[in-house]
Every structure is written in structure tokens, then in C-alpha cells.
């Protein structure tokens, strides 16, 4: 819940006492001169089909469409969702667009789509030289990113060329169905430790100990696809973050006691963000290519010693195939 200073209203799942309440239940007013009108929507199939708590991805993809100042602005509005319904004070034109996101969640809930996630990583950007002619560029926002789509026989071949390459890494979860409308996760990586600090001990000898801690490595990547409404188009957003540890720097502490000098370590890390939106034809594979990014993934079918270096670098490739109808 959310309300400004000057008394701006936005409930996300609140109802907030004496300003708003369920209709059965008015005790109070909001204005409406803008034309503001209270609608539900029936999410129910949706919820049912993709799990307990659910509905919170229909209110933050309306959000995310929407913009966030249409609900944050000089204009009363509202939006909340429970398993059952998502209620929306709002206009028209609003109402209107919120509607046709809620159906593209709904439709076909019976049936969900689902779509292949891939993540690779190479060691070189060198394979874009015999994919790039049969790919087609697509617009992508953030610097470095880049993406294409080929049809789906072209891109099940440039896959195959890829998995095929000595230099090819994949993240060890495989490919992963995602469901219609619903985030799934990639993900990868390990714990770090380190010696973080020194600390007083009486109890113990020499009067003092090592407090360790652990920094987390890893590459996460969430994809959230939604179909339009006539299913001839996807639109998916990609987070991906990636924290790598690339050296832990040494500092010489005095001990608390003795003033014996003693070896502390501070970590020096690379961190990636990318946060995309991506629309393209329902018929078509997409590839989302990273760029040179860090790779802190241990590597498969190895003991723990034989991990990826820390400084490893990959030109990591996302690969989205549309599987409509929850075909093969």
C-alpha cells in the first residue's frame, strides 16, 4: 500500500480503512472526476493453473505496462488482486487496457503455453560470425545487449551448432519450461569463503578468533513471458544478475590482544543488472546475447576443485522458444 503525502491513493491488495473498502462494504468516498470506475476481473483459472500467490504477477505486469504513474499521479486509483479477482478503480481508457492484460493471462489457462529457456555461455563472441547471417535483429535498449529471432527449425539447427562447440558452457538446470505469464528461474553458482574480520575472545586462546563469512557467486536469469491475445505474439521480460568474486585483497590487522598482525581479506567483486523487455512473432526463437559478461558457474561433471577460474568471462546467449498449446 502506498499513499503520498498530499493524499494520493494506491492500495495493492489493502483496503485501506475509512478511504476504501470492498463495494459490499463502503465507508467512504474517493473521488471520481476523472471518470474513475470500479471494475473486477476474474483470475481465478489463472491462480488455479500457475499456483498460491500468483496473482501478484498479473498486478505487476499491469504495473509494469501500464507505467507507474498512471497509479501514483494527481488521479484516486486503485489496484488489488486476490486469488479470486483483480479489482481496479481507474478510467476508462485504463480499465480498458487492464482488461486486455488480464485476458491474456486467463485465455487458455486450462491449457497453459509454455516456452523453452536456454543459457549458454562461450568462452568468445567468435559463433556469432557463422550464426549472425540467419538471425534477424531485434531492438534491445541496454548497452551490449543484443538479440535476434530466426524460425524455429533455423534456430534448433544454430542451437545444436552451439551446444556442439568445445567452448560451449550450460548452465547445469538444462532448459526449463516456462508457463504462460509466470517467472521461471535459471540460476547458477556457489559460496565463497573468505576471513572477514577478527574479533575479541577471553574465553579463548590467544584472546581472539577469525570471524569468517561467505561471499555469494552466481548468475541468475528470470524470464516471464505473455502471450497477445491472438497468440501471434510474445512479449517477455529478462532480469539477469550476475555477481562474480574477482580477487579477495589482502588488509594486516593488529590483534585485539598481542597486536600480532593478521591476515584479513575484503572481497573485490563484479556485479552485472540487466533488466530487458522483449516482443517478437510467436512463431519465431529468440536469442539474447549478454555480451562478455562474467561466468561464475562451476563447471560439470568435475570435482570441486577443478571450478571455473574466478575470472571467467563468457559471451552469454538466452535462448526463448515459444511451445504454444503445451505442444513439444
Known amino acids: 500500500m502506498d499513499r503520498s503525502p498530499c493524499g494520493i491513493l494506491f492500495v495493492g491488495g489493502v483496503w485501506l480503512a475509512g478511504l476504501l473498502a470492498p463495494p459490499a462494504t463502503v465507508v467512504g ?3 471520481a ?6 471494475k473486477t476481473y476474474d483470475i481465478a483459472a489463472y491462480v488455479r493453473q500457475a499456483g498460491e500467490g500468483s496473482q501478484r504477477h498479473v498486478v505487476d505486469w499491469i504495473l509494469q505496462d501500464t507505467g507507474y504513474p498512471a497509479w501514483h499521479g494527481t488521479t484516486p486509483a486503485s489496484l488489488s488482486a486476490d486469488a479470486q479477482a483483480l479489482s481496479c478503480f481507474h478510467g476508462p481508457e485504463m480499465q480498458a487496457k487492464v482488461e486486455e492484460i488480464v485476458a491474456r493471462f486467463v485465455d487458455d489457462a486450462a491449457t497453459p503455453h509454455r516456452f523453452s529457456v536456454r543459457v549458454l555461455g562461450l568462452d568468445g563472441p567468435g559463433w556469432r560470425a557463422e550464426a549472425r547471417p ?3 535483429a531485434i531492438p534491445a535498449a541496454t548497452p551490449g545487449v543484443q538479440a535476434w529471432i530466426a524460425p524455429r527449425e533455423t534456430a534448433a539447427a544454430v542451437l545444436a551448432r552451439l551446444r556442439s562447440r568445445s567452448d560451449c558452457h550450460e548452465l547445469p538446470t538444462g ?3 516456462a508457463a504462460n505469464g509466470l517467472p521461471a528461474t535459471l540460476s547458477g553458482g556457489r559460496k565463497q569463503p573468505y576471513v572477514q574480520d577478527i574479533a575479541p575472545r577471553p574465553d579463548v586462546w590467544p584472546g581472539w ?3 569468517s563469512s561467505t561471499c555469494d557467486e552466481g548468475l541468475a536469469i528470470d524470464i516471464q513471458p505473455l502471450l497477445s491475445r491472438d497468440r501471434t505474439v510474445v512479449e517477455a521480460v529478462v532480469r539477469c544478475r550476475i555477481d ?3 580477487r579477495l585483497a589482502q588488509v594486516s590487522l593488529a590483534s585485539p590482544v598481542n597486536q600480532q598482525r593478521v591476515q584479513v581479506e575484503v572481497p573485490q567483486v563484479a556485479a552485472v543488472r540487466v533488466g530487458e523487455r522483449f516482443r517478437w512473432p510467436a512463431n519465431q526463437t529468440l536469442f539474447i546475447g549478454l555480451g562478455l559478461v562474467p561466468w561464475p558457474v562451476p563447471a560439470q561433471n568435475v570435482t570441486a576443485a577443478s571450478l571455473l577460474t ?3 568471462r563468457c559471451d552469454v546467449v538466452i535462448v526463448v522458444e515459444p511451445r504454444l498449446g503445451g505442444g513439444p
Open 29 to 31: 468516498q474517493i473521488p
Open 209 to 211: 578468533q577469525m570471524q
Open 244 to 246: 562474480q568474486l574477482e
Open 175 to 177: 532448459p526449463v519450461l
Open 33 to 38: 472526476s476523472a471518470g474513475q470506475v470500479w
Open 134 to 136: 540467419v538471425l534477424v
Open 310 to 312: 574466478d575470472d571467467k
